[in-house]
């Protein structure tokens, strides 16, 4: 999918992701400062993937040039600050041109805090990019151009900020729709708020008791068939799934001694649909999150979750599955301008079966891994390769892939 920019401490330019491959992302770096708190840039990538629409023993490679424009910015007004980051790109196909699309990202915050103790963020956050031409859950894999819509937005109220107990209060909203009606069931709306209570026993240790409730929907999702006298064909019928969701969590956050820290939940959660009983969930989840810099030259980082579908992937949840998910992170500052990354996960996705409602047993195992390196030739010029192979393991034989996927992209910022 096409790229992303975030930033270190504001900005990581992600670029030339390619739209329908595995994640390919060569990345660069770029920061404001108090005198130039702004920056425009420009970045133009190439890459080649072996797998386009990641099908079953096919071959349907191509190659994609990217061509982006970035700016944003970065501003503190007295004990405000703000931020504003913005990626558009053109992605071009040099075989499969119905593909040619433009991608977008675009993200805001807004850091604010009074004289007293108050303090708190709003955000805002819309993506557009071509969707995965083989997401799975009961949808087979579609050959034409799909594009995917994120908009999110959230705002976040702290009570403490420099004492042992804190009170938060938080809202957020998210919506996600695409083009292609095969897709329609993945389509969703939900409002989640949430309330916590931190505790700091330990200037290293900070826990946390938050309960959350979500109210949510799928718009169109599928039900049954239906026959169209106009076309002669069965349609498929659709009607709103609304949905709930309450979590009680227990959160952890633990410097372990300034070069690492632990980063624990554990949730008891509950989730209910009005169209599917067989839908619903109940039980415990929960994420483990751990990072640790060794020496000023290496990073290293672990994640591993347990969640339903919507919750830990970009999926939205299949009936009553479950997601498992591993991620390893690395890098390592080989001089002060290069450094080599690397990455692995993998996410398993299991649906228990019922004989009663005629549900088989399922299951989804996708495994990915990345090898990059960027080259930093000055503050405002960059150049990232990246490789990355990507594959998947499913019940479903035609959910079965593997593809692969290699570019480089270079990026020119004004300050």
């Not at 929960?286 to 979750?305: E, F, S």
């Not at 080599?340 to 047993?361: C, I, T, Y």
């Amino acid at each position: 999918m096409p790229t992303k920019p975030h930033r270190l401490p504001c900005l990581r330019a992600a670029l030339a992701v390619l739209a329908s491959a595995t994640a390919l992302v060569p990345s660069a770096q770029a920061q404001t400062d108090d005198t130039t708190p702004f920056y425009v840039g420009g970045s133009l990538g190439v890459s080649h993937v072996s797998n386009v629409f990641r099908q079953t023993n096919a071959n349907n490679s191509d190659t994609v040039m990217s061509t982006g424009l970035l700016a944003g910015l970065d501003q503190r007004f007295g004990r405000q600050h703000v931020t504003v980051d913005g990626l558009l790109q053109n992605n071009r196909y040099s075989d499969n041109r119905d593909l040619n699309n433009q991608s977008y990202t675009l993200r805001s915050a807004l850091a604010w805090q009074t004289v007293g103790n108050l303090s708190g963020t709003l955000s805002a956050a819309s993506s557009r990019a071509l969707a995965d031409f083989n997401i799975g859950n009961g949808v087979d894999p579609i050959f034409k151009k799909n594009t995917e819509r994120n908009d999110e937005y959230a705002a976040l109220v702290r009570l403490g900020v420099l004492t042992r107990y804190s009170v938060e209060a938080g809202w957020t909203h998210k919506e996600r729709e695409f083009s292609a009606v095969e897709y329609d069931r993945f389509a969703y709306r939900q409002d989640t708020a949430q309330m916590g209570v931190y505790a700091t026993p330990g200037g290293n240790v900070r826990l946390g008791l938050v309960g959350r409730h979500t109210k949510g929907q799928y718009p169109r999702y599928p039900v049954g068939l239906i026959f169209n006298p106009d076309t002669l064909k069965f349609e498929i019928r659709t009607e709103a799934d609304d949905y709930t969701r309450n979590d009680f969590d227990f959160t952890t956050n633990w410097n372990t001694g300034g070069s690492s820290t632990l980063n624990t939940r554990l949730s008891r959660s509950h989730l209910k649909h009005s169209l599917d009983s067989l839908r619903d969930f109940s039980g415990t989840t929960g994420a483990v999150g751990w990072t640790w810099r060794p020496t000023g030259k290496i990073q290293l980082g672990v994640q591993y979750a347990r969640d339903t579908g919507q919750e830990s992937t970009s999926q939205a949840t299949d009936v009553n599955r479950l997601y498992t998910s591993w991620r390893l992170t690395g890098s390592y500052a080989l001089t002060g301008k290069l450094t080599l990354n690397a990455s692995a996960n993998r996410n398993r996705s299991h649906r228990a079966g019922d004989p009663s409602a005629k549900l088989a047993e399922a299951f989804d195992s996708d495994q990915a891994y990345s090898l990059g390196m960027s080259w930093a030739f000055s503050r405002g010029l960059s150049l990232s390769c990246q490789y990355n192979h990507a594959s998947r393991d499913s019940s479903v034989p035609q959910y079965v892939y593997s593809a692969s996927s290699y570019g480089c992209t270079g990026q020119a910022i004004v300050y």
